[in-house]
């Protein structure tokens, strides 16, 4: 009852139905999206298995922020809308799909003008109608790593930015060296599917 409220105070709504999204390419089993998270005030939906429940609390990490966008300050502006976590995630290896949004007009301004430091590696992609820049960046500092692969579009002047990330400690500084819960290609194949039902309406 307290999970329901807590979804219905922040705009989420949940349909059941189920589609199989084919991912055999991949070398891995479909995945099953059961549910389908709605959020009226953004206009969008997108579409998740089970063990993906939605959140609007953006886990913090050693190399991670929880800003509305890996690349924002975290003390800047912008909502947190949704996040959803690869089932297994932990201390070892993470993984996520956020979505965050900012009205600030700077933000809206730069949103689909990749950093310099990205570039020559920005694409152009189009999911479901809506056209996106799409650009991968990668950070280290000590044992710990994060890799991200975003998304940024434009929405009635908002900035949408969705950010998918792998993120972690290298297992070999544990004694006995430990096993993440899954590899950095598994986790971005889970995402990337899910990525793709992604709808603004």
Request: some cysteine; glycine content about 4%; overall charge negative.
């Amino acid at each position: 009852m307290k999970k329901l409220i807590i979804l219905l105070a922040t705009s989420f709504f949940l349909i059941s139905g189920c589609t199989v999204i084919n991912n055999q390419k991949d070398g891995l089993p479909p995945i099953k999206t059961a549910n389908t998270y709605i959020n009226d005030q953004y206009n969008f939906s997108i579409q998740y298995p089970d063990d993906l429940a939605p959140t609007s609390t953006f886990q913090v990490s050693y190399i991670v922020s929880d800003a509305w966008s890996l690349l924002a300050s975290p003390t800047g502006t912008g909502d947190k809308i949704v996040a959803f976590v690869v089932s297994g995630s932990n201390n070892i290896t993470s993984a996520e799909l956020r979505i965050g949004a900012n009205r600030d007009q700077t933000e809206v301004s730069k949103c689909t003008k990749a950093p310099d430091f990205v570039i020559p590696n920005v694409k152009n992609v189009t999911i479901n109608g809506t056209n996106f820049i799409d650009f991968e960046w990668n950070d280290a500092a000590m044992s710990h790593y994060n890799f991200v692969r975003a998304y940024r579009t434009v929405k009635n002047n908002v900035c949408i930015a969705v950010e998918l990330f792998v993120a972690g400690t290298n297992p070999q500084v544990y004694d006995p060296p430990a096993t993440p819960p899954f590899t950095q290609d598994y986790a971005f194949a889970q995402l990337e599917k899910i990525l793709q039902t992604l709808t603004f309406h």
